[in-house]
């Protein structure tokens, strides 16, 4: 009889048993010494980037255009640059241009060539007028003080194929 009066607290005490004991929190960690934070140090300014190549330098303000076998770069009414098939000879004029050599540089040529007046001329199966055709994307043209940095647009390779 005595296991009758405590069969209503039975499932009482499996519950009970189930509910996981609670441990008291963990005490937190010890405060560290209160030391103010490092000053930080001063970064300097990192300089500019510098132009490594002609590669790198912006390039000349303008567009090519084509029109009667003359190609030209510049900007409207502001030519710098023309390149022209005469005779089986291509003439690249770099308007305002001295006496002396020009510097042509592509990807995979560099070369000086004679200038008179600004005005070069090549032969229309020069290996350079290729190199300037198929250049990655741009070629310079130097000279006189002053440098002509030019998209390879397909004016240029118009023009090379006119006199070919």
Do not use: H
């Amino acid at each position: 009889m005595r296991y009758i009066r405590f069969a209503p607290l039975a499932p009482l005490v499996l519950i009970a048993a189930c509910v996981p004991r609670s441990e008291p929190p963990a005490p937190p960690p010890p405060a560290p010494d209160q030391a103010p934070p490092p000053a930080p140090v001063p970064v300097p300014p990192s300089p500019a980037p510098s132009q490594a190549g002609w590669e790198d330098a912006p390039q000349t303000p303008g567009d090519w255009a084509y029109a009667n076998g003359v190609a030209t770069f510049g900007l409207p009414g502001q030519p710098r640059l023309t390149m022209a098939c005469t005779g089986g000879t291509v003439r690249i004029s770099v308007i305002g241009g001295q006496t002396g050599p020009l510097t042509v540089r592509t990807e995979t040529a560099t070369s000086a060539i004679q200038a008179t007046g600004g005005t070069a001329i090549l032969q229309a199966r020069d290996p350079l007028l290729d190199a300037m055709a198929f250049s990655k994307g741009r070629f310079a043209i130097e000279g006189g003080g002053s440098a002509l940095y030019v998209p390879a647009w397909p004016e240029v390779t118009r023009v090379i194929e006119d006199c070919r």
